[in-house]
């Protein structure tokens, strides 16, 4: 497609925007592909009323009862996403868990402990990612109550970003990913008395339980370039830019064929005195995008705390609420943790985020 413009469009996307004027970004591919800048006379967000079931919605997960293990919130056919809880419990009790549908991404909202997997021990606390390959067992054996926000990938596998202009060692260097240790984890399990001698398979959605006489946990070596590891989003360095917004997908840090998982973290807020800090409205149109708010002052949304979580579907464009924008003068920097799931495949609700739900949501952008 060739690139056009009509009547009085910016010179530059998400500067330089008319006073009394807002800017709406329209683009495909989740900010990859073509692309257009709207400048309207009202904000995208000005709904009077919504009748139907395609509008933004707000949960608070710290309400959501804890079901055994892990409770679904949202699937489709290339991703399952869970809140999960693991409490304390002695190591003879403790199970292995192997998923044969994807590759799990536990991101830790709380807690700490060890986790152990056949390749080795690693450790996590929160803000930790942990990445899960397909078909690898580990047990989680914490600490302290540890809370998870989880995102299965069921039809591919997770890679690292392109870094392109910025280079190998941009977002994250590949010396902070945090690696199994297998001596380790044998000194654990010998300290602990060989425990977890029974796996649960998780096979097209349905639990199968293997026992064994003696710990899974047998490997006395291994080499390769598959296998279970950390990051944590204090060793990620989110790309910046001083003089104009960069776009959600500026912060990606997991790709899979059909979503991405992106990570929001503090940073110094653009200082060109024409430049939007906040987040752009925008219609994200090729994909549903879930939001999971991990800690800190969530400066784009009002009455936020941290275990909640928003859904804004494809099909309607979003942004900043009001007083978002009007409370962003004085200030120099963010200090928000969240975590962004973008799908490409819409995604289902499960009926337990009902009871959870914030039902006058949509009604907040007319604050």
Same mark, same amino acid.
């Given at each position: 497609m060739h690139h056009y #413009?009509?009547? !009085?469009p910016t010179r530059q996307g998400h500067k330089g925007i008319p006073e009394g004027q807002f800017e709406e970004e329209q683009g495909l591919k989740g900010f990859f592909g073509p692309v257009s800048h709207l400048i309207r006379k009202n904000p995208s967000t000005r709904w009077t009323k919504i009748e139907g079931p395609l509008k933004p919605r707000m949960y608070d997960l710290v309400?959501?009862?804890?079901?055994?293990?892990r409770q679904r919130l949202f699937y489709n056919?290339?991703?399952n996403i869970y809140l999960q809880w693991v409490d304390v419990q002695p190591a003879d009790?403790?199970?292995? +868990?192997?998923?044969?549908?994807?590759? &799990? &991404?536990?991101?830790?909202?709380?807690?700490?402990?060890?986790?152990?997997?056949?390749?080795? &021990?690693?450790?996590?606390?929160?803000?930790?990612?942990? /990445?899960?390959p397909k078909c690898i067992v580990h047990?989680?054996?914490?600490?302290?109550k540890s809370n998870f926000f989880v995102t299965e990938n069921l039809n591919s596998h997770y890679e690292e970003p392109e870094r392109g202009l910025v280079g190998r060692h941009a977002i994250y260097d590949e010396n902070a990913i945090g690696k199994p240790d297998l001596a380790a984890?044998?000194?654990?399990?010998?300290?602990?008395? +060989?425990?977890?001698?029974?796996?649960? /398979?998780?096979?097209?959605?349905?639990?199968? #339980?293997?026992?064994?006489?003696e710990t899974v946990f047998d490997v006395v070596g291994w080499k390769g370039d598959l296998f279970p590891f950390t990051l944590h989003t204090d060793h990620m360095m989110p790309l910046m830019s001083h003089r104009a917004h960069l776009p959600p997908s500026a912060h990606t840090t997991f790709v899979a064929r059909d979503f991405v998982i992106c990570t929001f973290l503090p940073r110094p807020l653009e200082q060109d005195a024409d430049a939007l800090? /906040?987040?752009?409205?925008?219609?994200?149109?090729?994909?549903?995008?879930?939001?999971?708010?991990?800690?800190?002052? +969530? +400066?784009?949304?009002?009455? &936020?705390?941290?275990g909640m979580l928003s859904l804004h579907p494809?099909?309607?464009?979003?942004?900043?609420?009001? !007083?978002? /924008? !009007?409370?962003?003068?004085?200030?120099?920097? #963010?200090?928000?943790?969240?975590?962004?799931?973008?799908?490409?495949?819409?995604?289902?609700?499960?009926?337990?985020?009902d009871s959870v739900e914030l039902k006058d949501y949509w009604k907040s952008w007319k604050a």
């Open positions: #413009t009509q009547g !009085k309400k959501c009862p804890e079901a055994e293990g056919s290339c991703l009790k403790l199970k292995g +868990f192997r998923s044969a549908d994807g590759d &799990l &991404l536990y991101f830790c909202h709380k807690g700490k402990g060890e986790i152990f997997t056949e390749y080795g &021990l690693l450790n996590y606390e929160p803000g930790q990612y942990i /990445v899960i047990a989680i054996y914490p600490k302290e984890l044998d000194k654990r399990i010998q300290e602990l008395g +060989f425990p977890v001698k029974e796996i649960e /398979v998780k096979h097209a959605e349905e639990i199968t #339980t293997y026992f064994y006489d800090k /906040v987040p752009f409205y925008h219609q994200n149109i090729d994909y549903d995008e879930v939001l999971f708010y991990h800690a800190g002052d +969530f +400066f784009s949304r009002d009455n &936020l705390h941290a494809m099909g309607f464009p979003h942004g900043p609420h009001p !007083k978002a /924008v !009007k409370g962003i003068a004085g200030k120099t920097d #963010t200090n928000e943790y969240a975590v962004m799931v973008d799908s490409r495949i819409p995604l289902i609700r499960e009926k337990a985020l």
